[in-house]
Structure formats: C-alpha cells, structure tokens
C-alpha cells in the first residue's frame, strides 16, 4: 500500500502526498527480463503535471539487451533492424511509495505499453498479471510468499569490481545458522534493513543468518501474488541499496563458491476463492492438502522440468542444484520435506500451501511467481493427481526420469518444446525468453574463465 494515499490517486492526493512528504524526485521504473529494475528520476513538478497519467517513454532496449547492457543479437522483438523505438512506462499509482533512506525522493512501479497503447507482451510484470486473470477466470485469486537468501559482502561493488571480484571477504566468517548471539553482530545491518523496508511498505517477517559465511536469509509477508513479485523485486533492490551505505555488497547470485552454500528464492503459495476460502485448507483431513490443492501442486510437478529456465535462468544457477544442497532438484514433492522440489504444508486453515524450492535468489520474482501459478492453475484446470510423496531423502529416492534439467542449455531446450508452457504463457514471450537465454550462453561459452587458466596454462 501506499504511504498516505489511497489505492485510487486523485491529482488532488498526488499534490498533497508530494507535500506532506517533501518529495522532490520520483524514482519510476519497469522491470526486464532478468528482473532488474530499470527507469528513471522524474522531477516532481513534472511527475504530477505529466508522468503520474501519461507515463514516460523510454528506449525498448530494456528488452534488447542483457544485464550488462550488451545488445542481443539475432531479437525478432527489437535490435539494430527496428532502430531501437519508444515504449511507455505507465506509473502503477497502487505502487507509489516514500523511499525511507532517500529523503525528498518516491518510488512507483510501473507496467510497459507499446506505443499504440497495448501491454507489452514480454514485460515479466505483464506476464504475471496475464497469468493472474486466467485465476480469475477459474474462480481464484493467487496468494505468494517469498523467501530470499543472500550474501554480505566486505567493500562496496565498485571496490570489487576494481579487483575483479577476486579474493572476497564476506561479512562473517564460518557457519553459523539461526545463530542469535552471531547475528547480534550484524543487527545493525539487518535490523536497518527490516525496518526500512517496513516503512517502504515492504514487511520482512523474520531474518537469520543462513548455512554459507555471510550469508543471511529474509522472510516476507504472504500477500496477493502481484504485489509479492513487487515486494521481492524490490527488496532485492532495496537491500544492495542499503548495503552499499554501509560499505558492503550484497549478492543474490545462486551460488558465489563452490565451497559455500547457494542462495535460495523460495515461493510459498496458495489460491484463494473469490468468495474469500482458502482453497488448499482441507477442513476434513488437515494432514492432506484439499483436492484443488494436490491438482495445483499435481501441476507444478508435471510442469517443473519445461519451467525450469525461469527457476533457473542463469549458467551459474546451476551450481546451486548440483547435488544435496537444499535445493529442488527433481520433480518430486513431500510432505514437509526440504530434500524435494514441492514441499507441502496441508492443515485445515489459511497457512495451507505448497513452497516451490526450486528458484534460486537469482530468478526473476515476477517469472518464478508466473511459472509456478501457470502450472498449478494448469493442473487444477486438468484435475491432475500428483504422483507418490517422497518420504526421507529425496535426493537419493529421485527417479532418473525426474530429474530436472541440469543446464541452461538442456532447460532451454526443454521450455522451447513445451507446447503446455506456449499456452500458458505465450509464444511471443517464451519465443524472447529462450532467445535471451541463448545470448547468456553463448556469452558464457566464449569466456576464458580462471579455472581454465588455472587447469592448462602450464601443463599444455
């Protein structure tokens, strides 16, 4: 919600929310593909007499090129052979908020238009709103909660980007899980950054240092899916903006050593009625999820290989579901059970759920959030049944034929030939998301990285 404003704006609340706050500059982006948050600072004046209902326009690059700002060749959607045109940024005023730590300054999210004032199909955010009113049409509204893990680096990221991300320090050193006395030391970090993001309107119920040196694990309020991919996109942003004040670097990277524990972005969620039920809640059996909760979670199950790219969308992603390591790795569910893909918490109340484990912190919220929610609905739709829980160590009892794809390449290979996922999500969007995936590998493919340096300089 917004800071002293309605969900509905009027130009008369705008003008008194700019006074009352002291807002000076408005901070209005969208976000692209790999979920960062791109756009603009709008001075006031020109935010209420203009941008608040008409948008702004910005270059359709943010859709052409990747997270280093590198061109993408070989786009239909745009490139050197459309000449880079306009799209419209079109301020969501629901999203409008005070920025706490940048006095004089509000931030809006906003959703893409193309210039003739139809959404942008490839925009994440639109993808998720699609994906949002096909719950609608069935009867439901989608619930999400977000869990992300990161790590806390010593120096901020252009001191080390100057030395090559080489020799990293992290803020503590072992491992020290759900340590309280440990995480007394950082308090002042994570303590700023839970009641920051509070008075962002942005609510961190619980956080504790996690498995990896340094790293530290937040858990966010369940709320209506969009505004869960809203809170978890900009949270990430939030804390590295946050961090950096205080000298660090804070990374949500899926697995930054391969000696230290990955990072995790686990999505909790649920379908409630329009009538207000809690669709998973089984009143009769509250050691079993309801029916059209074991058809939602049947979905995701069947459904998790082909949308694995959007779990996992990174070469690095990987790293993190490379053997037991607490991440989803196989098609599999249980009942709370952390060794699975889908872990299962039934009861007969509003804390009924499933938490999709495979994503990693890495992900875009918007397309995990999407992905997850597509599939479910697509197993309700079909009244699928899922397949035997495993019990124990899933890692172990996984059946070869589940086992997700193991690579950015073979998960892109899989999610272009899924005819399910083009229904769900739309041809032109999957057909951007798998070129996009193919840039970064092909990125990745013709790097000289130091383990081949290291491994063959001398001996060959």
């Given at each position: 919600m917004s800071q002293n404003l309605p969900e509905t704006p009027t130009a008369e609340d705008l003008q008194r929310f700019v006074e009352e706050n002291g807002i000076k500059t408005f901070k209005v982006g969208a976000v692209d593909i790999d979920g960062l948050w791109r756009g603009k600072r709008i001075a006031a004046p020109y935010f209420l007499e203009s941008v608040a209902t008409k948008g702004t326009n910005i270059c359709n690059i943010l859709f052409g090129w990747d997270m280093q700002d590198v061109s993408v060749a070989d786009l239909t959607y745009t490139g050197w052979h459309t000449g880079y045109p306009d799209i419209t940024l079109l301020p969501d005023l629901s999203t409008l908020r005070v920025v706490p730590w940048e006095p004089g300054t509000a931030s809006v999210i906003c959703d893409i238009y193309s210039m003739d004032g139809t959404p942008l199909e490839l925009s994440p955010r639109q993808v998720l709103r699609r994906v949002l009113a096909q719950a609608e049409q069935a009867g439901y509204a989608a619930k999400c909660g977000y869990e992300l893990e990161f790590y806390l680096l010593k120096g901020t990221p252009d001191e080390l980007a100057s030395k090559g991300y080489r020799d990293l320090e992290t803020f503590t050193r072992g491992n020290?899980?759900?340590?309280?006395?440990?995480?007394?030391?950082?308090?002042?970090?994570?303590?700023?950054?839970?009641?920051?993001?509070?008075?962002?309107?942005?609510?961190?119920?619980?956080?504790?240092?996690?498995?990896?040196?340094?790293?530290?694990?937040?858990?966010?309020?369940?709320?209506?899916?969009?505004?869960?991919?809203?809170?978890?996109?900009?949270?990430?942003?939030?804390?590295?903006?946050?961090?950096?004040?205080?000298?660090?670097?804070?990374?949500?990277?899926?697995?930054?050593?391969?000696?230290?524990?990955?990072?995790?972005?686990?999505c909790h969620q649920s379908l409630v009625g329009l009538d207000g039920a809690r669709a998973f809640a089984n009143s009769e059996d509250e050691a079993n999820l309801s029916a059209v909760g074991e058809s939602f979670m049947a979905g995701v199950v069947e459904l998790a290989k082909e949308m694995t790219a959007f779990y996992l969308p990174t070469i690095n992603s990987y790293k993190r579901t490379e053997g037991a390591t607490w991440a989803g790795s196989s098609a599999t569910w249980g009942f709370d059970n952390r060794t699975v893909a889908l872990r299962a918490i039934p009861g007969s109340g509003p804390s009924a759920r499933i938490e999709n484990r495979i994503a990693g912190a890495d992900a875009n919220p918007y397309l995990v959030?999407?992905?997850?929610?597509?599939?479910?609905?697509?197993?309700?739709?079909?009244?699928?049944?899922?397949?035997?829980?495993?019990?124990?160590?899933?890692?172990?009892?996984?059946?070869?034929?589940?086992?997700?794809?193991?690579?950015?390449?073979?998960?892109?290979?899989?999610?272009?030939?899924?005819?399910?996922?083009?229904?769900?999500?739309?041809?032109?969007?999957?057909?951007?998301?798998?070129?996009?995936?193919?840039?970064?590998?092909?990125?990745f493919r013709a790097a000289v990285t130091e383990w081949e340096v290291a491994r063959y300089l001398e001996h060959i």
């Open positions: 020290h899980t759900y340590s309280v006395y440990r995480d007394t030391a950082s308090e002042h970090i994570l303590g700023e950054i839970r009641e920051q993001l509070a008075a962002y309107g942005i609510y961190i119920e619980a956080s504790n240092s996690e498995h990896g040196p340094g790293q530290f694990e937040v858990n966010m309020r369940y709320c209506d899916a969009l505004h869960a991919a809203d809170g978890a996109m900009l949270l990430k942003s939030s804390v590295r903006e946050l961090a950096a004040r205080h000298g660090y670097t804070a990374s949500f990277i899926a697995k930054l050593s391969s000696e230290w524990a990955g990072s995790s972005g686990h959030i999407a992905a997850s929610i597509a599939a479910g609905l697509h197993g309700v739709e079909k009244g699928l049944t899922p397949p035997a829980p495993i019990a124990g160590n899933g890692y172990e009892q996984a059946a070869k034929d589940t086992i997700l794809p193991q690579t950015l390449e073979d998960a892109v290979r899989v999610l272009e030939t899924s005819n399910t996922v083009r229904t769900l999500l739309g041809d032109t969007f999957v057909d951007h998301f798998v070129a996009t995936r193919r840039w970064e590998i092909q990125q």
